[in-house]
């Protein structure tokens, strides 16, 4: 019986690349750190799988999902499971805080639509959420791009916001004939504890994201070049908030450290804030 309508089509647009086998999604939950109580927020519930072994650990689970026709399967299936909350959405157009309840710390578990992933992650790691942790399905190279350092070929906002937020880890490989249907590229889950207290905290969060998206903007370009084109700054202006910030002016965006972001953000913030003329 696998709860789904007769004749159910599996839509590959929406990522629908189910997982069934208790054993995994027990895995998936232990790897998540999910106990009694916590408040889990499931991105793509699919016909409840993980909502159930999450919801039979006795976590409080708000579980989104899009597709309209899953939502009947979702009622029935988890129909005695007082802690789990069905919220019928888009994810990218549904307020996050309060879908997290508004401030009390929260868990994210997902077994991620893959079309989605960059977006929805960067949303998590972007808004400023009451996130405790993050724990997700995704497509290999994704894992890679988050958990990239400085000076390789992945390395991008993904990997610097990722470890301004916490602490990435691979958690284990999931081979595709776990999935229903197998999904064509190779999946990593991902278990990534957030900081409670950030070790590297700018003066200017959203200046910051705006300095470390503008260094990837154009990768060929030197990140002086990418500063001044971003911020409509003379070259020899970015150059020098380089230098002020330690950085040569030959440096790009993919040998940049987050501790060196956050410093020319700093030092962005400051100069920006004392040209105003308004300040
Ligand atoms: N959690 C289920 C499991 O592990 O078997 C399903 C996971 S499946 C990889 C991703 C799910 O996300 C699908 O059910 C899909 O319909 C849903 N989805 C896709 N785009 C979405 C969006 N924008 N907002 C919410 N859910 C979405």
Redesign the pocket.
Known sequence: MSGLPPRFEY?IS???????DEGL?NRLVEASGVREGDRVL??????????LALASRGALVT?????ER?IPVLNERLRDMSNVDIVA??????DMKALMGHGEPCQVV???????TTP?LLRLLKGNLPIESLNV?VQREAAERLLAGPGSRDYGPLAVLAAYRGKPDVAFEVPAHY?TPPPKVDSVFIAMPFYEIKPNIPHDEGLFFRVVQSAFAMRRKTLANNLAAAFSLSRTLAVEYLDRAGLPESIRGERTTLEEYVALADILAETLGLESPLS
């Open positions: 839509k929406l990522g629908q690349n189910f997982l069934f999604l499931e991105i793509g519930a699919g016909r409840g799988d993980l909502t579980a989104v999902e899009i597709d899953l959405g888009d994810i990218m157009a549904l997902a077994n991620l639509p893959y079309y989605l929805i399905m999935f």
